[in-house]
């Protein structure tokens, strides 16, 4: 079965700077996807970017990018210009087609706080 | 603005009970995913269907969960009898063709006492 691994509980980050969260998966797949969902304090689960494993190009989505990494299994998430609204726990996630269906498990997440 | 609807937001109820959980998925989306989510597992997958079918619902404690989809339109998950364990968020997603982007609705959370 598919692990994601977040080493990091919790981190904070002051306004304006960037922070880089960490994940790490295993897998014996070659075509699969990853993802960064956000929860903030209203526990909607939203999207902030989506890679697929095919593709050498890291996502971009405005402040948010990744660095994947496929030799390494290592998918992390780097958020530039900081702000309030950024803080949520974050949660990386592995999509692979299994079958007829997909197999879409979540690491445990990082809590980010970002400061004032 | 399509969303996943779920029903109800917020549900207490005593032990023994039991519950019913529902899930409207986006209009046209064929996949549909039940997680739940407490602070000591995180999100656990707990079933999830194709083109209304289940396909895998190994997550899910058979003898009180169960898990539905009478159309194409309405997922529903109950749990009977219901017990303080299984106090959570229960979460719906869908989504539709090959590594979507699943759209989560805003979770159910219950609380058993």
């Known amino acids: 079965a598919q692990t994601v691994t977040q080493s990091q509980p919790e981190m904070s980050v002051q306004e304006a700077e960037t922070v880089t969260l960490s994940c790490t998966y295993d897998?014996?797949?070659?075509?699969?996807?990853l993802f960064w969902y956000k929860q903030p304090p209203s526990r909607q689960m939203i999207l902030v970017i989506r890679?697929?494993?095919?593709?050498?190009q890291n996502a971009t989505e405005n402040r948010f990018s990744v660095n994947f990494q496929k030799a390494a299994k290592s998918f992390s998430l780097k958020i530039s210009d900081s702000q309030l609204g950024d803080t949520a726990m974050y949660f990386c996630?592995?999509?692979?087609?299994?079958?007829?269906?997909?197999?879409?498990?979540f690491g445990p997440g990082t809590r980010l706080s970002v400061l004032p | 603005d399509a969303r996943v609807t779920q029903t109800p937001r917020d549900k207490v109820t005593e032990m023994g009970q039991e519950v019913t959980m529902r899930c409207q998925p986006i209009?046209?989306?064929?996949?549909v995913f039940w997680y739940r989510q407490t602070m000591m597992q995180g999100l656990e997958l707990l079933a999830y269907?194709?083109?209304?079918?289940?396909?895998?619902d190994s997550g899910m404690p058979k003898d009180r969960f169960s898990a539905e989809m009478p159309d194409a339109t309405l997922a529903t998950l109950k749990i009977q009898p219901s017990e303080p364990r299984d106090s959570a968020v229960y979460f719906c997603?869908?989504?539709?063709?090959?590594?979507?982007?699943?759209?989560f609705g805003q979770g159910t959370r219950l609380t058993v006492v």
């Open positions: 890679q697929e494993a095919y593709k050498q």
């Open positions: 269907f194709r083109n209304r079918a289940p396909l895998d």
């Open positions: 209009l046209g989306h064929n996949t």
């Open positions: 996630a592995f999509m692979k087609q299994i079958n007829y269906g997909q197999n879409f498990v």
């Open positions: 997603a869908s989504g539709r063709g090959q590594g979507f982007e699943a759209f």
């Open positions: 897998t014996s797949e070659n075509n699969y996807y």
